[in-house]
């Protein structure tokens, strides 16, 4: 086991990468996968709050668009990420790791209330917080989410694990000169709306100064690499 180069941490999962090859559903192969990896960091005694997207079972502006409002479409995506907080959660307790799920939508039989200062309480006693529902409203993505709690609780790193393995100079799958960038800054990605985070993440990002590790979820040993100082996919700062 190798030394962890971060004492708190926010590790986004993508939903279509918890949904394994297909994207959709929930692959439990590689959520077990991912559940010893972020046990085996946690073991090295680093706090870990997950964050994850919905995009294995819902988008709310790409599924819902001009079919939908765009709120309640939104609203549907904030489920989904609830659904797989839960699996998530379970696969964590299946694995021997402590965890509890806290949503920013009122659902107390689901899961916790969010408040900071429970969710402090479980990270400092060694539990795995699941941070459902994104940030409670429409119009911003998981990954703003993802942002704003790294920000709020102080974590030294946000970790995204995603179905893509960096930032690219070009999408990747349609542009074969496109290059994979080991290092940028958030003022370029905004300039030049690289939207592998979008435009409101990568500000509150830049505004706090923490850094984002993107890289591939698939193999899921990538989160023990990244937590350990490992730069395998890109790092944004």
């Known amino acids: 086991m190798g030394k962890a180069a971060y004492g708190r941490v926010i590790l986004k999962l993508s939903g279509e990468a918890l949904g394994g090859e297909s994207g959709r559903g929930l692959d439990f192969g590689m959520m077990h996968k991912t ?7 946690a073991e090295m005694g680093v706090q870990i709050g997950v964050v994850t997207g ?5 988008r709310g502006a790409k599924d819902g668009g001009g079919v939908m409002e ?16 839960l699996a998530l959660c379970e696969v964590l307790e299946q694995e021997g790791v402590s965890a509890r799920v806290m949503t920013m939508l009122d659902m107390p039989r689901v899961a ?11 990270l400092r006693l060694g539990r795995v917080v699941l941070f459902a529902a994104g940030s409670g409203n429409p119009y911003f993505s998981t990954d703003s989410a993802a942002a704003l709690k ?4 102080g974590a030294d790193a946000l970790l995204m694990a995603k179905n893509i393995d960096g930032v690219y100079t070009a999408d ?10 080991e290092r940028i800054g ?8 690289l939207r592998v985070i979008d435009a409101a993440a990568a500000s509150l990002l830049r505004d706090n100064a923490i850094p984002t590790m993107i890289f591939a979820l698939d193999p899921p040993e990538n989160i023990v690499r990244t937590v350990c100082g490992d730069k395998i996919g890109t790092v944004v700062e």
Do not use: F, Q
């Open 54 to 58: 919905g995009g294995n079972y819902w």
């Open 70 to 85: 765009r709120s309640r479409a939104d609203l549907m995506g904030m489920l989904a990420t609830v659904m797989n907080s």
């Open 150 to 153: 790294a920000a709020e609780i």
């Open 186 to 193: 958030y003022g370029e990605i905004l300039a030049k709306d």
């Open 112 to 122: 916790e209330p969010y408040s900071y200062g429970r969710a402090m309480r479980h």
């Open 35 to 41: 559940a010893r990896a972020i046990k085996t960091c």
């Open 172 to 181: 990747p799958k349609t542009d074969p000169n496109a290059k994979k960038l």
